[in-house]
């Protein structure tokens, strides 16, 4: 990972590079970013609409579900404030509902099987050259 390159990179001149796994979090950015699936798919091309609207949708639906039902912002607050204010600050920091879940399956399982629960989870196809 980038960020194990850094830390590595960086440990001599003093640097501490830290990485911030946050869960789901509960914040007003979850309706701007996610919210309004429908007003985002009336933008695309009919073929685009047609092919991956539907899927968009699920998937709009699953991740704001997910965020609204997350931790408050403040948790991942504090985790950062550790960071920035530890004379040997931890190299990550799960913070926030889920973020235990969401880091521990790419240390598990293989790329392969990951990808099958990432697309299980989102909603997406998960057969190979399945119709959207």
């Known amino acids: 990972l980038?960020?194990?390159?850094?830390?590595?990179?960086?440990?001599?001149?003093?640097?501490?590079?830290?990485?911030?796994?946050?869960?789901?979090?509960?914040?007003?950015?979850?309706?701007?970013?996610?919210?309004?699936?429908?007003?985002?798919?009336?933008r695309w091309p009919e073929e685009m609409r047609s092919r991956?609207?539907?899927m968009f949708r699920g998937f709009s639906a699953k991740a704001t579900a997910r965020e609204?039902?997350?931790?408050?912002?403040?948790?991942?607050?504090?985790?950062?404030?550790?960071?920035?204010?530890?004379?040997?600050?931890?190299?990550?920091?799960?913070?926030?509902?889920?973020s235990t879940l969401l880091a521990t399956p790419p240390r598990l399982l293989p790329d392969r099987a990951l990808d099958a629960l990432r697309r299980r989870l989102l909603g997406l196809p998960t057969g190979f050259g399945t119709d959207l």
Do not use: M
């Open 2 to 42: 980038f960020s194990d390159s850094l830390r590595l990179e960086l440990r001599s001149p003093g640097l501490h590079v830290v990485v911030i796994q946050p869960g789901a979090v509960r914040t007003p950015a979850v309706d701007q970013t996610l919210g309004g699936a429908d007003q985002e798919i009336a």
């Open 52 to 54: 991956y609207g539907a």
């Open 68 to 98: 609204n039902n997350g931790s408050d912002p403040v948790v991942v607050a504090r985790a950062i404030h550790h960071a920035l204010t530890s004379p040997r600050p931890k190299i990550r920091y799960r913070a926030g509902k889920d």
